[in-house]
């Protein structure tokens, strides 16, 4: 007698595992959701720290599934990487946080850049370039207020990285490194690559205060930067201590949940507004 219905599941689906079905139904699903509209943006400020100014937002995905309520990327990016349907994904995510970020400077708000994170294989397609600078044109948005966020395990074929990178800057776009110093970090590569920021990982901000090695770590990453004439950014900031850690090693930048989590379009003017933490 089987009393595992996981077992009888197994048995029917042969060579799929339960797992691999799973990621189909979800594909399935993400191509559906894309027709119809259940992807939604939200945004989350960052702050510059000597002024408290806002100074930009990230865009970050979420999937308002009509059964299953809001799913976080980190549940279906890796699907989404996986299948390829991040590129059409990633598509979207680029000219909405555009066409948003137009629309909000259409209402008076105080012009910010919108942070847009790109996926390996979106960085991949020879026609990036191209791409990006069709949906700006379409929304309207000038280049300076688009910023790109990009993490170093992209930029392992230094050639392509350099040639999309080069055309990214002659259209005006920023670009960020996004989890600076978990992934294959080149000083060659910071030398040479024409990048804007380095946005510090939230697993070297975390023990800032606790763990001396994380401290020694971000304090060089912030030095680094500014020699390199680099932005640099803290995120996953969560506490006043980290702050008077951050403000002490002249970072440029924070964001993180002791200001605000990421927030749904509607809230992004009240936090435009003031310009400023409260
Ligand atoms: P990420 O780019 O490193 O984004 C930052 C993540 O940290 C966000 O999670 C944000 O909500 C969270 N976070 C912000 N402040 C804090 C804090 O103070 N404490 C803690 N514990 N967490 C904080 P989220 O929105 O779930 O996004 C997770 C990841 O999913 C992102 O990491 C990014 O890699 C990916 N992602 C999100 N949206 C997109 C997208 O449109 N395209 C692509 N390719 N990836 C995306
Ligand atoms: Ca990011
Ligand atoms: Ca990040
Ligand atoms: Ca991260």
Known sequence: VKENGRNDCMLYTGELDNSS???????????QALNRNEFVLY?????????GK????????RWRHPERGMIPPTQFIPIAEESGLIVQLGEWVLAEACRQNK???????PAVPVSVNLSMRQFLQQN????????LHQSGLRS?????????????????ATTCLVELTK???????????TGYSSFHYLKNFPINRLKIDRSFVRDIQQDPNDAAIVAAIIAMAHNL?????????ETEGQVEFLRKHACDEMQGYLWSPPVPGGQVADILRPLAYP
């Not at 629309?103 to 708000?109: T, V």
């Open 21 to 31: 079905l799973e990621k189909l139904t979800m594909q399935h699903e993400m191509r």
């Open 43 to 51: 945004y989350q400020p960052q702050y510059h720290i000597a002024t």
């Open 54 to 61: 806002v100074v930009g937002l990230e865009a970050l995905v």
């Open 103 to 109: 629309a909000w400077q259409d209402a008076g708000l």
């Open 128 to 135: 990036l370039p191209d791409k990006v600078a069709s949906i």
């Open 144 to 160: 300076e207020y688009l910023d790109l966020e990009i993490t170093e395990s992209m930029t392992m074929d230094v050639q392509h």
């Open 171 to 181: 259209l005006g776009v920023c670009i960020s490194i996004d989890d600076f110093g």
């Open 229 to 237: 004439n680099l932005q640099v950014i803290a995120e996953g900031v």
